[in-house]
């Protein structure tokens, strides 16, 4: 069936990188997505890839999709205390129609 | 600015009673979902709706039932509240690629 999986735990040092990893198995995503949820907070859109590109960036933000492994990550440039949150990837597929299939979730743990 | 609400945002009950989450967007959106949120297992759909009278079961369905008379709301009923059910519900709303998300209902069930 269709599967999302991420990492539980991601921490980096305040000003580095942080890149969150997420595999899905259905080779029928049509989009992929990225969203925030900060602490008491209902989930926001971050941005969201269509499966036949293979990068897209928005800022400090750049999504990466490996179609062929089928492999999406989030990488956040310079990563500061605000970004601490959790961060879920979800994919679309045909057959679901408007449905998303989501990961578990990202924690994003910053350093000082 | 278009948004879409919650209400409560907490909520107490007890075991046995019937409860029922408000939903309520103004994006004017056909589709609405419920989701539930627990530790470890991320986001799972409750129900969903993709127009008026329009309802469909999501892979955690059981327990819940959901009716939609408008566009704006999809209420989220709880027939008989068990604490299993103790979790956090979100509200989410979509037309094309883009799904949208409320604040979400903190819901204990003692």
């Known amino acids: 069936g269709e599967d999302v999986e991420q990492s539980l735990f991601l921490s980096v040092r305040e000003g580095d990188s942080s890149v969150i990893n997420c595999t899905y198995t259905?080779?029928?995503?049509?989009?992929l997505y990225w969203y925030k949820q900060e602490p008491g907070a209902g989930l926001q859109l971050l941005t969201y890839?269509?499966?036949n590109m293979d990068m897209k960036q928005d800022q400090r933000l750049t999504v990466l999709l490996n179609k062929k492994d089928k492999h999406l990550s989030l990488r956040i440039a310079d990563t500061q205390t605000g970004d601490s949150a959790i961060y879920f990837c979800?994919?679309?597929?045909?057959?679901?129609?408007?449905?998303?299939?989501w990961g578990a979730g990202t924690k994003l743990i910053i350093k000082p | 600015d278009a948004e879409i609400t919650q209400s409560p945002r907490h909520k107490i009950t007890e075991t046995g009673r019937q409860v029922t989450l408000a939903c309520h967007q103004t994006?004017?959106?056909?589709?609405m979902f419920w989701y539930r949120q627990d530790l470890g297992h991320g986001l799972r759909l409750i129900h969903y709706?993709?127009?008026?009278?329009?309802?469909n079961k999501g892979e955690v369905s059981d327990g819940y039932s959901v009716s939609r008379s408008n566009t704006e709301d999809l209420p989220l009923t709880l027939e008989s509240a068990a604490s299993s059910q103790t979790s956090v519900y979100f509200c989410?709303?979509?037309?094309?690629?883009?799904?949208?998300f409320g604040p979400g209902t903190r819901l204990t069930v003692t």
């Open positions: 259905d080779s029928s995503s049509t989009y």
């Open positions: 994006w004017n959106h056909n589709n």
């Open positions: 989410a709303s979509s037309e094309g690629n883009e799904q949208y």
């Open positions: 979800a994919e679309k597929t045909r057959p679901s129609n408007y449905q998303l299939i």
């Open positions: 709706s993709y127009g008026v009278h329009d309802t």
């Open positions: 890839i269509f499966s």
